[in-house]
């Protein structure tokens, strides 16, 4: 998630001062309420590769997520988000610029071509840190399709992705507050900052920040990198102790008693708790046949609560609608009964009786005395508060 607030506050800002002002003014450009934030989803590889980014930006409707621009002559010219990006990005927006289900699908499907070129006849490796929560079986039969197998497991139980967080994610945010630390000089005064902006100073963080040197390092702290055959002796790791050593007899009951059994669970069989497909202990195989099948029970039994809920939320709709026509109805037929000639000729039937009591009566004064109506009271010293 690239904050643009956050990025602003932690860059020097321009200073407005006289030569004899002791209180400088500090002058921070505002931000448009769309360019807020926007969320970055690097996919790299430990060869130092990567593909393209995938951004989210704020915002709602079908259209393009795109950027006005001053054309010249007093026109505006609109241009796409993804222009300026590298080649090959895709920019998506939402309300709250982060991952969904339907964004998880359509970032699925922007990885399965994009590696569907790469090694057409051998299997790959996606790694996914809790994808779980917007996962969907759409997606990962996409992933499948190209021969990709997704593993998902939490964050703090991988070593291979807390490196990454430091090494090249975390640079990517530290060039981009660069980037924009230089940006803020050349932005018109009383000017915001604006998704173009926003979109620059990610693509710079991406450029600088995914480079090969800072994938392969963040691989390397991990040992996961490619390793050249040539560069490898085999001899030496067959017979550096003997050859008589270099097969080990392992006790297998030893081995099994001694392990956890969460480390021992099969990552292709899933269990489920609290409502959820369970990711502690091992990786979990996302494209495998059983967790698939959870996971459409799972999205099954999501679907008919949300159908069951939808059906109260009718019904108690509908009440409400019944109650507000019934009422409705009844102002009606009481507006009606008060114009009927009826209704108007027993009205002026009741006045003119009154007004004839009124007149036998004569005039009364409007308050009469009556005896034994007024009741005092003895008056009670106040307590003096000492």
């Not at 059994?261 to 091992?282: H, I, K």
């Not at 046949?289 to 159908?307: G, T």
Request: with cysteine; net charge positive.
């Amino acid at each position: 998630m690239m904050n643009a607030q956050d990025l602003m506050e932690t860059t020097p800002a321009t200073v407005m001062a006289g030569a004899e002002t002791a209180d400088p003014e500090f002058v921070l450009p505002s931000v448009q309420s769309i360019a807020e934030a926007a969320s970055l989803v690097a996919t790299v590889c430990a060869d130092g590769t990567h593909l393209p980014v995938f951004v989210v930006v704020a915002g709602s409707g079908g259209r393009l997520p795109y950027a006005v621009e001053d054309g010249g002559n007093g026109s505006n010219r609109r241009v796409p988000l993804a222009a300026y990006l590298d080649e090959g990005a895709e920019v998506h927006h939402r309300e709250k610029p982060g991952l969904d289900g339907a964004l998880w699908e359509a970032y699925a499907g922007f990885v399965a071509r994009r590696l569907v070129g790469k090694c057409p006849g051998g299997w790959k490796v996606l790694l996914k840190d809790e994808c779980k929560v917007h996962a969907s079986v759409v997606g990962f039969k996409v992933l499948q399709a190209v021969k990709v197998v997704v593993l998902m497991f939490s964050s703090h139980l991988s070593h291979i992705l807390q490196a990454l967080d430091k090494d090249p994610f975390l640079k990517t945010k530290a060039y981009a507050r660069i980037s924009q630390r230089a940006m803020l000089p050349t932005l018109p005064r009383n000017s915001k900052l604006n998704l173009a902006n926003l979109m620059k100073v990610m693509n710079q963080g991406a450029f600088h920040g995914l480079s090969s040197v800072n994938i392969v390092n963040g691989f390397k702290k991990t040992g996961t990198w490619p390793i050249c055959p040539s560069e490898v002796n085999v001899g030496r790791l067959v017979l550096e102790k003997r050859a008589r050593n270099g097969a080990r007899t392992v006790d297998r009951e030893l081995w099994a008693t001694r392990q956890d059994p969460e480390a021992r669970r099969d990552m292709r069989q899933p269990q489920v708790a609290f409502g959820s497909v369970s990711t502690r202990g091992l990786a979990l195989e996302a494209t495998a046949p059983a967790v698939l099948a959870a996971f459409a029970e799972r999205d099954a039994e999501a679907a008919q609560k949300q159908a069951a809920k939808a059906t109260v939320q009718a019904v108690k709709a509908a009440k409400d609608a019944a109650v507000v026509e019934l009422n409705a109805r009844l102002v009606a037929e009481a507006a009606a009964r008060r114009s009927s000639p009826q209704f108007q000729q027993r009205k002026r039937s009741l006045r003119a009786r009154a007004a004839r009591a009124r007149a036998a009566a004569g005039e009364v004064a409007p308050y009469t005395c009556v005896g034994g109506a007024l009741v005092e009271h003895d008056t009670r010293r106040k307590r003096q508060r000492g």
